[in-house]
């Protein structure tokens, strides 16, 4: 390999380098998360119901708004809420991974781990 051509990929690598570090420092959470088992969450009873969790030992309960837009999964199968809950209600240490929008609080996802 030729000196220039080395000299080039190292040049590409150092700009593609200096680009991403600009690009995480742009980066904004909009979006956290809380992980915990299903029998240790209060499920929404209907969209326009809260999902309750406490995210630590000793920490203040969270209470997330579901609404319309909330979605719900068992592995990676998109389910109903109704479906959700049957589901959660015969599996009580499956684990929960709870999505919420970090401005608003509001309820993103639920994503149970699959049987």
Not at 9 to 26: D, E, I, K, T, Y
Not at 41 to 47: D, E, N, Q, R, T
Request: some cysteine.
């Amino acid at each position: 390999m030729s000196p220039y051509k080395s000299f080039g990929r190292a040049l590409l690598v150092m700009l593609a380098a200096g680009m991403s570090s600009q690009a995480f420092a742009q980066l904004k959470a909009i979006e956290l998360a809380v992980e915990a088992r299903a029998d240790s969450a209060v499920l929404p009873s209907g969209p326009s119901s809260t999902l309750v969790v406490t995210p630590c030992t000793g920490c203040k309960p969270l209470a997330l708004p579901a609404s319309e837009r909330s979605r719900y999964f068992v592995g990676q199968e998109l389910v109903s809420l109704t479906e959700f809950r049957r589901q959660m209600a015969t599996r009580p240490t499956a684990m929960l991974v709870i999505f919420y929008r970090k401005e608003t609080n509001e309820l993103s996802r639920v994503v149970a781990s699959a049987p």
